[in-house]
């Protein structure tokens, strides 16, 4: 969609040539009301690379036309009012046009002089023109038919409606034309339908008044049976731009699904059974060869983004839009975003036998990626680089080493170098854990833990039959956190219920993502029982209210009649206590800071692509998709369906 511009009133389209401005890009697309939220920006972009055919067609019609001026005005904004803003195209527009200048051999004002004495050049819209005008437009969209009538001025307008089915898209707007031969009597009635008017001058308008075309009803009426095949065309235009926007979504959306489904196979490990699977995809993502590297885009937890970006959930997903982008433009590659485990490019090397080549275009694919997405959000990325392998069943291991490559280096970008001494540095930083949480310095030590299971998975390899040695290491990390955790005080029952837990979820995981997430969610949740000892007891109530509300956010289904008095009541507290006491250590409201959670929690889901607006209603707990858009509108300043499609334009 095209950026805003200052639009103009309606009738300045009469102003003398010395006095008006270039019209102003039109706003928005005829019948964008008629759609759903997810589709309504995709239509606008849609419909404006069609514009320079419309403007086209109307020049073309106003050649082999007795009017001289012909407007589109979108439906929706007419019936608000034209007094203030102009949605629409037409001949002027048309004319400035300077794709289209070689057909402009209409003047370069098409308005009667009448006219532009009649509405002051525009400048007395609201007094004259506008009041017809908006009551023909009217009585046209209700009817569906075609309305030929005298203005207030008394010379002859017509409109045309422009429809789609049961639904009004548009008005085609022309005329300021005499039906029959000017005369005394002719503008005897004119002068008295004009005499309020101050501004005008009896003398001028008369002079203009017989300068006016002259068009036989029986001219106008072959005149409106062409403007109604153009309206129905128009309105046939209209249906094709939904029904390609519908197919696009759809495809956008079958595409996000594709690559995701690519994705996991390849790292999770594929058999026999999945080769044809695979190679299927492949073709289906437009590869013609198959990929034989990894790189894997890591955005900085601490960076911030530049100002203008409302949260930084908003500029990540701009930072994913941005690697999007730098990956289409590249032959044979395809990327996927696999929360929360950083962007992942699937390339082809074609230089894989000369390393000194292969690494110099891997380093400026990952360069021109890092550029994008720091120019775009000022957020810190970095990119890791796996080795090339010799088939795409081995694609878990570069990505594993492209994911060492990034622990291992501070660097923008950075390559992996094999490491012969694997299992001692494994031992060191198990080592080093254990040391950061003897001296309670939580965030080295979660820092480090959120990175040692990349450098298991390279260790001891990234094919499946490698999960039961990776397990195997992960489980004896969790138990060196359980003996601090149980060092510094925690409850051995708490603990004990997080080992149990734990261990479940490790034996049921079945590829290397899931044991990732197994094993951080554990951890996560030792380091939290950890913390949670040296807090007062108004500080530990209040951060088990917290988790309960972010509990109840994640898991709606199973939080109904969630609310402060059966949290106080949980909690063994009164509830204006724990009112009080909330918002005095956290700064905010309780009912405020469950709200901001469930919107953060829907801003974040709405930038999946394959999750919709009502899909996003019902997974944060809101009881329709209407009332979760008018919450959201009020709070964000946008609808979720313009958010999702592009959060930075949005919310500017």
Not at 167 to 193: D, K, N, V, Y
């Amino acid at each position: 969609m095209p950026p805003s511009r200052p639009a103009l009133p309606f009738h300045s389209r009469l102003a003398g040539e010395s006095e008006q401005p270039l019209p102003a890009a039109p706003s928005g697309a005829p019948g964008v009301t008629f759609l759903p939220d997810e589709e309504k920006d995709l239509f606008i972009e849609a419909f404006h690379k069609e514009l320079d055919f419309l403007e086209l067609l109307l020049l073309l019609v106003n050649r082999s036309f007795p009017f001289k001026n012909v407007d589109l005005i979108w439906a929706g904004e007419a019936r608000a009012g034209r007094v203030t803003t102009w949605h629409g195209t037409g001949t002027m527009r048309a004319l400035r046009n300077p794709h289209l200048r070689p057909l402009g051999t209409l003047p370069r004002n098409p308005n009667p002089r009448f006219c532009n004495l009649v509405n002051d050049y525009g400048r007395r819209e609201a007094e004259t023109c506008l009041l017809s005008d908006l009551a023909a437009a009217e009585r046209a969209r209700r009817s569906g038919r075609v309305l030929v009538y005298t203005c207030h001025a008394g010379i002859t307008d017509i409109v045309v409606p422009v429809r789609s089915g049961p639904h009004h898209l548009a008005t085609l707007h022309c005329g300021q034309c005499l039906r029959e031969p000017p005369s005394e009597a002719g503008f005897a009635r004119i002068a008295r339908r004009v005499a309020r008017l101050q501004h005008v001058d009896l003398a001028e308008l008369k002079k203009a008044y017989y300068e006016l075309p002259v068009i036989p009803m029986e001219q106008i009426r072959s005149a409106t049976r062409v403007l109604s095949l153009f309206a129905d065309s128009l309105g046939r235009l209209w249906e094709r731009l939904r029904d390609a926007v519908r197919f696009q979504r759809q495809r956008l959306r079958q595409t996000d699904l594709l690559r995701l489904e690519f994705a996991h196979l390849v790292l999770a490990g594929t058999g026999p059974a999945d080769r044809e699977r695979v190679r299927g995809m492949l073709r289906r993502l437009g590869l013609r060869q198959w990929p034989n590297r990894v790189l894997v885009v890591h955005v900085e937890p601490g960076s911030e983004p530049v100002p203008g970006w409302t949260s930084y959930d908003v500029a990540l997903a701009a930072a994913w839009h941005a690697v999007e982008s730098v990956v289409e433009k590249t032959a044979e590659a395809t990327c996927v975003h696999l929360r929360p485990y950083g962007i992942c490019v699937f390339f082809r090397d074609p230089d894989e036998q000369r390393k000194a080549a292969s690494d110099l275009r891997a380093r400026s694919l990952a360069q021109r990626i890092v550029y994008a997405v720091q120019s775009r959000t000022g957020l810190r990325a970095r990119a890791g680089i796996g080795s090339g392998v010799r088939h795409w069943r081995l694609l878990a291991q570069s990505y594993q080493e492209a994911r060492e490559a990034l622990v291992r280096s501070s660097d923008a970008v950075a390559f992996f170098r094999p490491s012969r001494s694997c299992f001692r540095k494994l031992r060191d930083e198990t080592e080093n854990v254990a040391r950061a949480l003897e001296r309670q310095d939580w965030t080295a030590a979660e820092q480090r833990i959120a990175a040692f299971p990349a450098l298991v998975f390279h260790d001891v390899g990234g094919g499946p039959e490698s999960l039961h040695a990776a397990r195997h290491i992960l489980l004896s990390m969790l138990e060196v956190i359980l003996h601090a955790a149980q060092r510094l005080g925690c409850d051995v029952g708490a603990l004990d219920r997080l080992r149990e837990r734990a261990l479940t979820e490790l034996d049921c995981a079945c590829s290397h993502p899931a044991l990732e997430r197994a094993f951080l969610q554990a951890t996560r949740a030792a380091l939290e029982e950890m913390g949670s000892i040296h807090r007062g007891k108004h500080e530990k109530i209040v951060e088990r209210a917290r988790r309960m509300i972010e509990w109840a956010v994640e898991h709606p289904e199973a939080a109904a009649g969630f609310s402060l008095q059966s949290v106080a009541s949980r909690l063994g507290v009164s509830a204006g206590h724990l009112s009080r006491t909330f918002s005095r250590i956290m700064g905010v409201p309780f009912r405020e800071y469950w709200a901001r959670k469930r919107l953060e929690r829907a801003r974040a889901l709405l930038l999946d692509p394959m999750m919709n607006v009502s899909q996003v209603a019902e997974a944060c707990g809101y009881p329709s998709a209407a009332y979760f858009t008018r919450v959201f509108r009020k709070a964000i300043g946008c609808t979720p369906g313009r958010f999702a499609r592009d959060p930075r334009a949005a919310l500017s």
